[in-house]
């Protein structure tokens, strides 16, 4: 008997939901090549819960920017917070007088969530999974188990629940954005970022690089942890925002950079 394509993926999908569960469609797709068909529910692409049950989000959101009619930019920074880097940051930050949104990993909050005690109020926190794993690989379950745990941890130390989230990697699979937008959470990519490779040997030549890349609503990546060359966008930081100013821009966190008419109280926006 002939076995058609659709039967195939289906049965691929019960097998992995059947017998292995979730985590069981993560395994088979990991090291699938171009030719493997994929499951349809289960998988890490797939935006369909696995036991094919209603979403309980009505809808997702994922942005790269915000409103191009205002010359205002968000920096953000991923991966802390982390004692080494972090403070750095914040200094920089409180020097010039300006808000900025931190991805913070979830076991790094369990570790380190002190050092931004005093960040609440002043800057966004948002949330960055757990242990930063390529979601691109993860199923619905191991994805909404990662972001889920950061968002519950962040709000016993901060007293609120983060409302955005970004992927590691910038890797977003169905599942991601499915489990993300069940958890009440804004997924936000980025429009620029700290290209510190191309800085290497001249490092002042990231504050111009940013520069070129940064337009009207541009959110901007950078770390407050890593590997060391991601120090030539700390050491930096600062001249990057007299250079940004200089060029006409303010600054917002992220949530304030998306709904620039929005006065919000936890998270202003500075000059």
């Known amino acids: 008997m002939e076995v058609t394509r659709r039967q195939a993926l289906t049965a691929v999908a019960g097998a992995a939901v059947g017998a292995a569960g979730a ?12 030719g493997t068909p994929l499951p349809f529910y289960g998988s890490p692409v797939s935006a369909v819960r696995p036991d094919r049950s209603p979403p309980s989000a009505g809808a997702a959101t994922v942005v790269w920017g915000g409103p191009g009619d205002q010359r205002r930019v968000a920096l ?3 991966d802390g917070p982390h004692p080494q880097w972090t403070p750095r940051v914040l ?5 010039e007088d300006v808000p900025a949104t931190f991805f913070c990993l979830g076991r ?3 570790d380190h969530g002190s050092l931004h005690r005093d960040s609440v109020g002043r800057h966004e926190l948002a ?11 993860h199923d619905w ?22 409302t955005l989230f970004r992927p590691p990697y910038g890797h977003l ?3 991601a954005v499915l489990a993300a937008a069940e958890l009440g959470l804004t997924t936000v990519m980025w429009s620029a970022q700290a290209r510190e490779d191309l800085a290497t040997g001249h490092p002042d030549r990231i504050v111009d690089d940013i520069a070129s890349q940064v337009r009207p609503g541009s959110i901007v990546l950078a770390h407050d942890t890593g590997s060391d060359d991601r120090l030539v966008t700390i050491d930096r930081l600062r001249a990057i925002i007299s250079r940004l100013r200089s060029d006409g821009y303010t600054f917002a966190t992220v949530s304030d950079l998306l709904a620039p008419s ?3 109280a936890t998270t202003p926006s500075h000059t």
């Not at 993560?26 to 090291?31: D, F, G, I």
């Not at 949330?127 to 690989?137: A, E, K, V, Y």
């Open 23 to 34: 985590v069981g469609a993560v395994r088979l797709t990991e090291h699938l090549d171009e």
């Open 262 to 264: 929005r006065a919000s």
């Open 76 to 78: 953000t920074f991923d």
């Open 127 to 137: 949330n960055h999974t757990f242990d930063h794993p390529d979601l691109g690989r």
């Open 141 to 162: 379950a191991s994805c909404r188990d990662q972001v889920a745990r950061t968002s519950r941890l962040m709000g016993q130390a901060y007293g609120a629940a983060p």
């Open 91 to 95: 200094a920089a930050l409180e020097a």
């Open 173 to 175: 699979g169905g599942a």
């Open 108 to 110: 790094n909050v369990r």
